[in-house]
């Protein structure tokens, strides 16, 4: 069974960099696409990109890409998301989810709990 | 991008109501449209993919229909832990896009 953990909240100042992780603790690798997802406080969910750690093939969202990197390490089993200078506009919640389904049809099962980004000024 | 627009963006109702939620994509999708449940304070949840297939382990009070562009969430007979947002989400082409989501309220 698959069960997303991620790295726990982060307070952070502007201008830091940041990398935060997502592990399934219920295997030793990852063979399965993984997305990350964010939830600006008050709004809705954006797909900011996927990753498959079996070789780090990545996609993004063409509105995160060059501000955020999606990265695994396919031998200690987290993928990762990170951004080398933070700004308060990414003060949010981010999820790592599974990509579930079969070719064509996809959809995002399960879900890590979140790991909370504040970005002060 | 493909823009999801779900209505209503809140509503209020009661245990034992049937509560409706609409989700129209801005092209057509066939039937990539998946729906998720978000509880505070805990991640969203798989409720029903490919726009009618109930993924297993959720209730049968919720069905999805819809193809192309229109889709609709029912809860049929709403239920005390059914107090939650609702996203819908296309996975027809990248960028892979959600609706803003409906918030359903105790009435």
């Known amino acids: 069974e698959v069960h997303l953990v991620q790295s726990g909240a982060e307070v952070k100042k502007a201008g830091e960099s940041l990398k935060i992780s997502c592990q399934d603790s219920g295997h030793t690798r990852i063979d399965y696409w993984i997305v990350w997802v964010r939830q600006v406080p008050g709004e809705g969910l954006e797909w900011m990109g996927s990753i498959y750690p079996g070789d780090s093939h990545t996609k993004y969202n063409p509105s995160f890409e060059g501000r955020v990197t999606i990265s695994a390490d396919k031998s200690i089993n987290p993928a990762y998301l990170q951004w080398t200078s933070l700004k308060p506009s990414d003060t949010a919640i981010y999820y790592c989810?599974?990509?579930?389904?079969?070719?064509?049809?996809?959809?995002?099962?399960?879900w890590g709990q979140g790991t909370l980004v504040t970005v002060s000024s | 991008d493909i823009q999801m627009t779900q209505s209503p963006s809140s509503l209020s109702a009661s245990v034992g109501d049937r509560v409706t939620i609409t989700c129209r994509a801005s092209?057509?999708?066939?039937?990539?449209l998946n729906w998720y449940q978000r509880k505070p304070g805990t991640a969203p949840k798989v409720l029903i993919s490919t726009a009618s297939t109930l993924q297993s382990g959720v209730p049968s009070r919720f069905s999805g229909s819809g193809s192309g562009t229109d889709f609709t969430l029912t809860i049929d007979g709403l239920q005390p832990e059914d107090f939650a947002t609702y996203y819908c989400?296309?996975?027809?082409?990248?960028?892979?896009?959600f609706g803003q989501g409906t918030k359903v309220e105790i009435k």
């Open positions: 989810a599974r990509v579930g389904g079969l070719t064509p049809y996809f959809w995002l099962d399960p």
């Open positions: 092209q057509y999708i066939f039937n990539y």
């Open positions: 989400q296309q996975s027809h082409s990248m960028p892979w896009t």
